[in-house]
């Protein structure tokens, strides 16, 4: 698929006052700093349309942006960002969680995992309580360009056995990405494009 047109169009804090156009739309998530923000940007070609920091925390809203004006993509803030106050981190869950079961817009979501890092319990939650919701998901896969090919398929074999020996009885479908190298853009655009052709 190519990217004709990328727009922002608004950020809240409330699922309600998200765009109400009845557009497939897909969201990416996941722990702060795993790079949520940079993929938007390398999906969609533009280096500043979601903002992006190399200190966690940089994205707080439901940011929705409106693509080749057919799907929305969404940026979501991150979970499990320890600096933030206690009481802003409730407010992020509660606005994240709403937003996952609620909005009826969303088609899938995409849970981002640094592949360098072994699998983390917060991450494997996130993922149970979506699997609970009955909220399909992909996973991504982020910041491939910092390993090596054969240490890339170590990382993700050991991520994809972990989910299978835990509650998952199959393997989740996933993506390997760098943000910086543009790996796994095709892939992932013709993976959305393939779901928006079956809804139409
Ligand atoms: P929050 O909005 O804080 O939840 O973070 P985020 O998940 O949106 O992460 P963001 O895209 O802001 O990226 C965090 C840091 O990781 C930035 O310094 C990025 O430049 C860096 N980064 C993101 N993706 C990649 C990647 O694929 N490769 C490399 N090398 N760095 C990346
Ligand atoms: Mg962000």
Not at 12 to 33: H, L, M, Q, T
Not at 58 to 69: C, G
Not at 70 to 88: E, N
Not at 160 to 165: K, M
Request: net charge positive; proline share 4%; with cysteine.
């Amino acid at each position: 698929m190519q990217i004709k047109s990328a727009n922002f169009v608004v950020s809240n804090s409330d699922v309600k006052k998200c765009p109400n156009e009845p557009i497939p739309e897909y969201a990416f998530i996941g722990r702060s700093n795993v790079g949520k923000s940079s993929l938007i940007n390398m999906l969609t070609d533009r280096k500043h349309l979601a903002k992006t920091s190399g200190r966690p925390g940089k994205t707080q809203l439901i940011n929705h942006f409106r693509i080749n004006e057919q799907w929305f993509l969404v940026d979501l803030p991150g979970y499990g960002y320890a600096k933030v106050s206690k009481k802003v981190k409730s407010t992020f869950q509660k606005f994240i969680t709403q937003y996952f079961s609620q909005r009826e817009q969303l088609v899938s979501a995409f849970v981002l995992i640094d592949i360098r890092h072994d699998p983390q319990k917060i991450d494997m939650e996130f993922m149970e309580w979506l699997g609970e919701n009955q909220i399909p998901f992909s996973i991504i896969f982020t910041k491939a360009d910092k390993l090596k090919p054969k240490a890339i398929e170590r990382h993700v074999d050991n991520y994809i056995n972990t989910l299978l020996e835990g509650v998952w009885e199959e393997a989740p479908n996933y993506f390997v990405t760098s943000s910086t190298s543009g790996m796994g853009k095709d892939e992932i655009l013709n993976y959305i494009e393939g779901i928006n052709n079956q809804i139409k």
